[in-house]
């Protein structure tokens, strides 16, 4: 193999980390570790999927904050309380998550699988 081939194989791999890697500060809890959480009035509860995924099926507490809007809806969450982020399987969930620690959110979970697993 050449070098190309070499620098080819160092970007997937380095682009296959990047996507799959957990964030720092990021914690993936499952749906009963998001339950006990909707105890306590401090945390937000914010699902980011479509209107309509929304409107279809949601848990009491969550907000619908779909991911294609969130970078422009982050002014209306308080970057000091716990996030709690939920979708359909926990793939634009991750993403979110992702974005709000990038925008100085400190304390935010990850609900791993989703509405397909509440």
């Excluded at 409107?55 to 907000?63: D, E, L």
């Amino acid at each position: 193999m050449g070098i190309v081939e070499w620098i080819i194989i160092a970007i997937v791999i380095a682009f296959l980390i990047n996507r799959f890697m957990p964030v720092k500060g990021i914690s993936n809890i499952d749906v009963n570790e998001a339950k006990k959480k909707m105890k306590d009035k401090k945390v937000q509860f914010i699902d980011v999927r479509t209107p309509g995924e929304y409107q279809s099926n949601h848990a009491k507490p969550f907000k619908n904050y779909p991911l294609f809007n969130l970078k422009k809806d982050l002014s209306s969450l308080d970057k000091e309380k716990e996030v709690v982020v939920i979708c359909q399987s926990g793939m634009r969930s991750t993403k979110a998550a992702k974005l709000l620690k990038e925008n100085g959110f400190s304390h935010v979970y990850n609900v791993q699988g989703g509405m397909n697993r509440w």
